[in-house]
């Protein structure tokens, strides 16, 4: 009886936590079919959801949210797993250089956003210090990466905060497989390098495809480093919903609203898509019944 009380109470945060986006999730859909009465919203209908997918500047948003979110993530996994293979091959796998990992996976997007500005633009630091080291005649000539439908300097934003938390994801369970079944192929002969390529790699890609699917949805539904970072056209899928839900026009509330429940409906289903194929993976590598 003690026992089940105690789970009880250890998974009832969980369960508040799951009620109150069950909440939101249901006001969601609730407003975005146009039943909003303290806005005199009354009768529901599908109106909203017809002009989100009839919009001309839909179609570029979701492609920008996606390039946005692939990009970051793809190169966050490459290279917070060469991060996490270069701290593993120096032994450096705790002690203080998991703070200093950490540390830029706790700082706000919107700081990251300043930091950005402040080292990329072609007035940056980085602009300054190749002018002054005679690199660049002029600073502006220093790359555009800032506010370019490229959306580069978002790309290079999550690339700041995802390459450490991809490196703190896996570093545990790709150390532990490097010192056993790795260690075990270096004494039969096998190269550093064929160890990590043959084994050690193999073995870690369920943990990053799910580092992988993490960042990719967030940086999917994210607006702060595009809203801060992005181009004035195409704005990406999260900004116009920022948008439209901030409009002094509280009739454009259900546009927003039917923004949102799209975006959602992409984001899980893309989980879904993502999340199949890494069980699937998963249960080919051994690791499920």
Known sequence: MKEKTAIILLLAPFGLLMAVVAAAVGNVLV?????????GLTKPTLDYYLQVFTRADFLSAVWVSLRIALFSSVLSCILGVLVSMALIRCGKTRGGILYAIRAPILVPHAVVAVFIIQLLSQNGLAARVGFALGLLEDSAQFPQLL?????????LAYLWKEIPFVAYFVLAFMGSISATLGEAAENLG??????FWEITLPMSIPVIAR?????????????ELPLLLGATAP?????????????PD????????????????????????????????????????
Do not use: C, E
């Open 190 to 195: 096998a190269s550093a390098l064929r160890s």
């Open 235 to 247: 704005k990406a899928l999260s900004v116009q919903t920022y948008l439209a839900y901030t409009s």
């Open 31 to 39: 407003q975005s079919v146009g039943y909003i009465p303290a806005f």
């Open 250 to 289: 509280l009739l454009q509330r259900p546009l927003a609203m039917a923004m949102n429940a799209v975006m959602l409906l992409l984001s899980s289903l893309l989980a879904l898509i993502f999340g199949s194929l890494v069980f699937r993976l998963n249960r080919r590598m051994g690791g499920g019944k």
């Open 211 to 223: 580092a992988f699917l993490i960042i990719f949805i967030f940086a999917f539904g994210g607006y």
């Open 147 to 155: 506010y370019t439908p490229g959306y580069w300097g978002t790309i």
